[in-house]
């Protein structure tokens, strides 16, 4: 069984601080990994991708990936109680683009 | 501007009756995704179209359909909806790779 593997939090940082959100996956053959936000009652919202070993920022945010590892995360600098919600990490695990979630880390800034 | 609508946002049903959510996209994007979220769960893969190619999970139960009719619309129909079946239902869409644009998800409550 494919699984994505995520601490469920909460993550409490104080604002301006720097949030560490990681992920685990078990296909050794996925290709694409993804970070998406979801506010509470509302739907995931992309932030960012990564298909490379290594680092890629984006503003504020940094995804870290170590395939040899299997191991994804996400840096959030800078902190504000704007980006309290659940992030959710998700591992393209074959065909048509199909993507597999894990159930998310809370993450609560506060001022 | 190019987007997914679900509707309704919230759908309140009753034990047995059936139902069906709808899912449209303005994107032209050929892969479509249904996904059901439960409380602090990840969000589980039940179908994708790929175009007019359907492909169904193999733990999707088979309480659950599913039509696209055509490249903008897809719809999810509820056979006989249980207690079990309370969710957030989650629409996205796609090109072959890349992340999901998610709609803004349907709250399926069953009384």
């Known amino acids: 069984q494919k699984e994505v593997e995520q601490n469920s939090g909460p993550l409490s940082v104080p604002e301006g601080a720097i949030a560490s959100l990681n992920c685990t996956y078990s296909?050794?053959?996925?290709?694409?990994f993804f970070w998406y936000r979801q506010y509470s009652g509302k739907s995931p919202e992309l932030i960012m991708f990564?298909?490379?070993?290594g680092d890629k920022e984006d503003g504020r945010f940094t995804a870290q990936l170590n395939k040899a590892s299997q191991y994804v995360s996400l840096l959030i600098r800078d902190s504000q109680p704007s980006d309290s919600a659940t992030y959710l990490c998700?591992?393209?695990?074959?065909?048509?683009?199909?993507?597999?979630f894990g159930a998310g880390t809370r993450l609560a800034v506060h001022p | 501007d190019a987007m997914v609508i679900q509707n309704p946002r919230y759908q309140v049903t009753q034990f047995g009756k059936p139902v069906t959510l709808s899912c449209s996209q303005t994107l032209n994007h050929n892969v479509m995704y249904w996904y059901q979220q439960k409380s602090s769960q990840a969000p589980k893969l039940l179908f994708h179209?790929?175009?007019?190619?359907?492909?169904n999970e193999a733990d999707t139960p088979d309480n659950f359909q599913s039509r696209r009719p055509n490249t903008s619309f897809c719809f999810l129909d509820i056979r006989s909806p249980g207690l079990g079946d309370a969710a957030m239902y989650l629409c996205?869409?796609?090109?072959?790779?890349?992340?999901?644009?998610f709609g803004s998800g349907t709250r399926l409550t069953v009384v």
């Open positions: 179209y790929y175009d007019k190619d359907f492909n």
């Open positions: 296909d050794r053959g996925s290709q694409s």
């Open positions: 998700a591992v393209n695990i074959g065909g048509y683009n199909k993507l597999i």
């Open positions: 990564i298909y490379s070993n």
């Open positions: 996205a869409t796609s090109r072959n790779s890349g992340g999901y644009t």
